[in-house]
């Protein structure tokens, strides 16, 4: 793969995992607002939670590596319209 196909799976791959936490911090609330006794259940889903943002935070620092050797030289959530149409541009299939 090249440069732009590899910052392209980062990017999808964060955003994947992004999603994923979303729905486990979805499903933590649901369990919070039920009765106490599937505070086992709370658990297992905070441990999920805590990977989840591990991986997500993974996923960043290898997503920001391969942008910044495309020329992207600022997080993702700074990005000017220009950076958002070069980015969009890698993502197209």
Same mark, same amino acid.
């Given at each position: 793969?090249?440069?732009? $196909? ?8 964060? +955003? &994947? #995992? &992004? $999603? ?20 086992? #259940? ?10 989840? %943002? $591990? ?5 960043? !620092? ?9 020329? +992207? $030289?600022?997080?993702? &959530?700074? +990005? ?9 541009? !890698? %993502?197209?299939?």
């Amino acid at each position: 793969m090249n440069k732009k $196909d590899d910052a392209r799976q980062y990017l999808l791959d964060y +955003f &994947a #995992q &992004a $999603d994923k936490l979303n729905g486990t911090i979805e499903e933590m609330e649901q369990l919070r607002k039920s009765n106490a006794s599937k505070q086992e #259940q709370l658990d297992e889903k905070v441990q999920e939670y805590e990977q989840r %943002l $591990d991986n997500l935070n993974s996923g960043k !620092i290898k997503m920001n590596q391969s942008l910044k050797e495309l020329g +992207f $030289d600022k997080p993702i &959530a700074k +990005f000017s319209q220009e950076d958002l149409i070069r980015l969009s541009e !890698i %993502l197209e299939p």
